[in-house]
Antibody
Framework: EVQLVESGGILVQPGGSLRLSCAAS????????MHWVRQPPGQGLLWVSR????????NYADSVKGRFTVSRDNAKNTLYLQMNSLTEDDTAIYYC??????????WGPGTLVTVSS | QSALTQPASVSGSPGQSITISCTGT?????????VSWYQQHPGKAPKLIIH???QRPSGISNRFSGSKSGNTASLTISGLQAEDEADYYC??????????FGTGTKVTVL
């Protein structure tokens, strides 16, 4: 069974940095492309980023380009999202998801990031 | 990248059919057959219910069906059941090598 568990979400001040993790199990992580998606409280889903299986290709939404960096450690079966220069607009639940063929197959339960002074 | 446009809410009685629209542009919905639909119950993670416009993942009820015409995709739920009450989001691959989600539709079972 595919399992994804996000962690690292906390309360952080504007301008701060944070690294989220997504621990994967139940599938061959090193063969899988992965996504990050976020959802501000009470709002809709927003795609954030995608990374290919070996970490050499990444894509980002315009809203986070230059501030967020997605990476992975296939030896640890873990996906990361480094978030810098955070603003209150980045407050959201952050989900990791496995990438099927142009779709998001399996999702973790999410981790809440709150940016506030 | 602007969000795809969905109606804010759709409602129906048990047993009825409802359809949710998802309107984009030729750079996303109209340009690719890579439209997916996700169901999200309150406090839960989204769940894939339709991919590649019309395809259902294993285990998804055949009461859910998808279609597309031009820049607009649609999700139809037939034989509406109480458990179908949830938020629904469409998504599409885009020409910018990114993904875009719809604004979301709250389905209410009367």
């Amino acid at each position: 069974e595919v399992q994804l568990v996000e962690s690292g979400g906390i309360l952080v001040q504007p301008g701060g940095s944070l690294r989220l993790s997504c621990a994967a199990s139940g599938f061959t992580f090193s063969n899988s492309w992965m996504h990050w998606v976020r959802q501000p409280p009470g709002q809709g889903l927003l795609w954030v980023s995608r990374i290919n299986s070996d970490g050499t290709t990444t894509n980002y939404a315009d809203s986070v380009k230059g501030r967020f960096t997605v990476s992975r450690d296939n030896a640890k079966n873990t996906l990361y999202l480094q978030m810098n220069s955070l603003t209150e607009d980045d407050t959201a639940i952050y989900y990791c998801a496995t990438a099927g063929y142009y779709r998001l197959d399996n999702w973790g339960p999410g981790t809440l990031v709150t940016v506030s002074s | 990248q602007s969000a795809l446009t969905q109606p804010a809410s759709v409602s129906g009685s048990p047993g009825q059919s409802i359809t949710i629209s998802c309107t984009g542009t030729s750079s996303d919905v109209g340009g690719y057959n890579y439209v997916s639909w996700y169901q999200q119950h309150p406090g839960k993670a989204p769940k894939l219910i339709i991919h590649d416009v019309t395809q259902r993942p294993s285990g998804i009820s055949n009461r859910f069906s998808g279609s597309k015409s031009g820049n607009t995709a649609s999700l139809t739920i037939s034989g509406l059941q109480a458990e179908d009450e949830a938020d629904y989001y469409c998504s599409s691959y885009t020409s910018s090598i990114t993904y875009v989600f719809g604004t979301g539709t709250k389905v209410t079972v009367l």
